[in-house]
Structures are given as structure tokens and as C-alpha cells.
T-cell receptor
Framework: AQSVTQPDIHITVSEGASLELRCNYS??????LFWYVQSPGQGLQLLLK??????LVQGIKGFEAEFKRSQSSFNLRKPSVHWSDAAEYFC?????????????FGAGTRLAVHP | SAVISQKPSRDICQRGTSLTIQCQVD?????MFWYRQQPGQSLTLIAT?????????ESGFVIDKFPISRPNLTFSTLTVSNMSPEDSSIYLC???????????FGPGTRLTVL
């Protein structure tokens, strides 16, 4: 069965430090992968997506993610974190036809940023 | 992208009652979905709202509990029926716009059942 694992429930980093949020997926075919961010009291905003091609994808707000098929991973990175990046981050895999429906979400990683 | 509105944004309801949540999109979309986010949890897909026909429910969700309508391309409702405290969650609708390949989410409806 398809699944998404985000091993880190909470992560705390200092402002200006680099960030990597881990995501591992289980999916039989070529996965469609997404990272969303949910700020307090807000809906979900798409940061980036991977369907095919270049395994390093750029997203909004300075985020990037790298797809590694051999490790079944799609980790999210940012070179320098800003206080406004404090939020909950969800990795998701598209499990339905077309790749962008029937999203299966990971449990999320809550990011705290220290000044 | 799409601008998605949900009504109400939040509500507090008594057990045994029902609440209907509306989702309105400002552009034509090909697909609409309803998700539930229980307190401190991730999102779980409830169903795909199909225009003019019955919704497609995921395992663990049934039409009697979560009836869904989608009368046109830009509007859908989700009803949470015979509510219990366990239904306290954030309910979010999402859409795929025409020609798009990603889901955009509404702001959510925060439901508390007493």
C-alpha cells in the first residue's frame, strides 16, 4: 500500500541555519510527490512538486527538494531559514490516476525557528 | 491557481446535529476533494466530489455520515451528519484547476463538537 513517512515530528533550527526535512514514500510506480506547508490558522500551500525529469526541483520561498529513487526519498531543503518559515510541513504522494489526485499525506513535521 | 472559499470558517456544534460546509472556487476546476484533519494529525482524504453524480468515498468514510454534493464545476458541499465529539476536525476542500496537475486547498473549516 502507498504510504508516506516523515520521521521527524518536530524540528527546531536557528534563523539563518540550513534545513532539511525528511520524507520517505512507498509506492509501486513512479511517484508524484509534493511538499505542502501549513502555517498557523492557514490552509495548505504547495511548495513544490515532482513528476519526472530533473530530480532536483525548485519551489517557492527558496525551498528545493531532491527525489532519490534508490532511497525512496524526497527531502525538502532550504539553505537559510527565516523566522517566517515556522510552520508545519507535509510531504504527500499522489496515489491516483494522473498523479495529482488521491493525495496521501505524511504525518507532518512541525518546524520551529529560534531567533 | 484558484481562489477557494469555505463557509463557515469555524463552528461549534452540539452532538447529534449536522453541519453543511460549502466550498466555492473562482474558476472552473476538473476535480474537487474533501479532506479531514483531526487535531494534531495529518490530512486524510474523505472523498472525491463528482459533478452531478455520487461522490467517491475512501475507505472508512460513508455517504450516510458525510453526504457530498457537487451541482456544478465550482461549488461543492460536505455535510457532517449526526455529529459526535470525534468529528471535531478541520475540514478542507481542494481542487485541481482545468489543465492543472496539482491540488489547491481552501482555508478549511474548523469544527468543534460538544
Amino acid at each position: 500500500a502507498q504510504s508516506v513517512t516523515q520521521p521527524d515530528i518536530h524540528i527546531t533550527v536557528s534563523e539563518g541555519a540550513s534545513l532539511e526535512l525528511r520524507c520517505n514514500y512507498s509506492y509501486g510506480a513512479t511517484p508524484y510527490l509534493f511538499w505542502y506547508v501549513q502555517s498557523p490558522g492557514q490552509g495548505l500551500q504547495l511548495l513544490l512538486k515532482y513528476f519526472s525529469g530533473d530530480t532536483l526541483v525548485q519551489g517557492i520561498k527558496g525551498f528545493e527538494a531532491e527525489f532519490k529513487r534508490s532511497q525512496s526519498s524526497f527531502n525538502l531543503r532550504k539553505p537559510s531559514v527565516h523566522w517566517s518559515d515556522a510552520a508545519e510541513y507535509f510531504c504527500a504522494v499522489g496515489a491516483g490516476s494522473g498523479g495529482y489526485n488521491k493525495l496521501i499525506f505524511g504525518a507532518g513535521t512541525r518546524l520551529a525557528v529560534h531567533p | 491557481s484558484a481562489v477557494i472559499s469555505q463557509k463557515p470558517s469555524r463552528d461549534i456544534c452540539q452532538r447529534g446535529t449536522s453541519l453543511t460546509i460549502q466550498c466555492q472556487v473562482d474558476s472552473q476546476v476538473t476535480m474537487m476533494f474533501w479532506y479531514r484533519q483531526q487535531p494534531g494529525q495529518s490530512l486524510t482524504l474523505i472523498a472525491t466530489a463528482n459533478q452531478g453524480s455520487e461522490a467517491t468515498y475512501e475507505s472508512g468514510f460513508v455517504i450516510d455520515k458525510f453526504p457530498i454534493s457537487r451541482p456544478n464545476l465550482t461549488f461543492s458541499t460536505l455535510t457532517v451528519s449526526n455529529m459526535s465529539p470525534e468529528d471535531s476536525s478541520i475540514y478542507l476542500c481542494s481542487v485541481v484547476v482545468a489543465g492543472g496537475n496539482e491540488q489547491f486547498f481552501g482555508p478549511g473549516t474548523r469544527l468543534t463538537v460538544l
